[in-house]
């Protein structure tokens, strides 16, 4: 029903940039938390950073005031930019979509729990 896909991923020399984007094709998703997962090899994954739809921010300590999380007039799409990236940020990114949806007034709902391929980000020293 939900399609979720990742890209901007790419090499990188440390210190440099990147813009990771992903939408979630479909229906629309409100309600949601969107949040962009890492993991890199021998590591376990990692939340780096999550949005509300209210736009409530969250990140990992690691990428505080270097990465930003933002979400895109339509909800179903969510942004990472990443600036000042180092070696250790090398990773398999992937973007996460969950929430609840509401069938009817008598509060009758399902959870989704949506994920993305991942896009790598490698970052050469």
């Known amino acids: 029903q939900v399609q979720v896909a990742e890209s901007g991923g790419g090499l990188v020399q440390a210190g440099g940039s990147l813009r990771l984007s992903c939408v979630a094709s479909?229906?629309?998703?409100?309600?949601?938390?969107m949040k962009w997962f890492r993991q890199a090899p021998g590591k376990e994954r990692e939340l780096v950073a999550s949005?509300?739809?209210?736009?409530?921010?969250t990140y990992t300590e690691s990428v505080k005031d270097r990465f930003t999380i933002s979400r895109g007039y339509a909800r179903n799409t969510v942004y990472l930019q990443m600036d000042s990236l180092k070696p250790e940020d090398t990773a398999t990114y992937y973007c996460?979509?969950?929430?609840?949806?509401?069938?009817?007034?008598?509060?009758?709902?399902?959870?989704?729990?949506?994920w993305g391929q991942g896009t790598q980000v490698t970052v050469s020293s």
């Open positions: 996460n979509v969950a929430g609840r949806h509401y069938i009817n007034v008598e509060g009758a709902s399902y959870d989704y729990d949506y």
């Open positions: 479909g229906r629309t998703l409100s309600g949601s938390v």
């Open positions: 949005i509300t739809s209210d736009g409530i921010t």
